[in-house]
């Protein structure tokens, strides 16, 4: 890999949604790219698809638990995984969970956004070092959806784990991430490092790592630019 497309531990990095264009799953997409750069199998990821599916007959918190803790665990009561999430340490995750009303409500039973968030919890208490979400705003009220990224930047800046994001909503995610991938001429993936403005930083300056230097801005294509995904 290139010097400067490197992937550091503190990355958000952002594929501009073309899957459809080469047939690719996003899914294939992402773990692709891992290949293309010479990172080694197995691959330690989680992976949370734009509608946030659960298992229907399981409880939320059932689901939550379910790639994190022995399944012994999976029968206690809610204060064990806000412990669990107290453990991890992202006090925007935790403040997102308090979110869902009822952990014991069937995932089949309750709404899209209640659904999403659980499924966006679950994926980030797993111990992975790679995210990979797709449409990661989908369902998300506005309020939900900043909590979202401040406990995604939280995981980044602090955890360590790279972050890869699909999604139509470029004009939205464009001052939160590190770096644009496209594809090539030769179905190459492309690498675009992004200057972050001054201030933008979701995080305490004491617990901010240092960033890379000697990045290229980004210009954006405003005819590619989506609003929001709903």
């Known amino acids: 890999m290139d010097k400067k497309n490197q992937l550091i531990t503190s990355d ?10 080469y047939g690719h799953s996003q899914l294939k997409n992402f773990l692709s790219f891992l290949s293309s750069n010479g990172i080694r199998r197995p691959y330690k990821f989680a992976y949370i698809e ?17 790639d994190s803790v022995q399944m012994s ?40 956004q209640t659904r999403k968030v659980a499924a966006l919890i679950k994926g980030l208490i797993q111990e ?15 309020d939900n959806l900043k909590l979202f990224v401040k406990a995604l930047n ?17 004009l939205f ?14 179905k190459e993936f492309l690498v675009t490092p992004v200057i972050k403005q001054p201030g933008t930083s979701l995080l ?6 240092n960033e890379e230097s000697n990045v290229i801005s980004l210009n ?11």
């Open 128 to 142: 992975a070092d790679y995210l990979f979400l797709e449409r990661p705003e989908k369902h998300l009220s506005d």
């Open 73 to 112: 665990l999976s029968n206690t009561k809610e204060m064990e995984l806000q412990n669990l999430l107290k453990k991890i340490g992202n006090e925007y995750l935790l403040e997102l969970f308090t979110k869902i009303n009822d952990l014991e409500s069937k995932s089949s039973q309750v709404n899209d």
């Open 204 to 209: 305490p300056p004491d617990k901010l790592k």
């Open 50 to 66: 734009s509608e946030g599916p659960l298992i229907p007959k399981l409880s939320l918190r059932e689901n939550i638990h379910l």
């Open 173 to 186: 995610w464009q001052g939160k991430v590190t770096k644009i991938i496209t594809r090539g001429a030769k």
């Open 12 to 21: 958000i990095l952002l594929f501009k949604n073309e899957e459809n264009r």
């Open 220 to 230: 954006f294509d405003k005819e590619n630019l989506d609003k929001k995904a709903s």
């Open 154 to 170: 939280y995981q980044s800046q602090t955890n360590g784990q790279v972050i890869f994001i699909s999604s139509p909503s470029l």
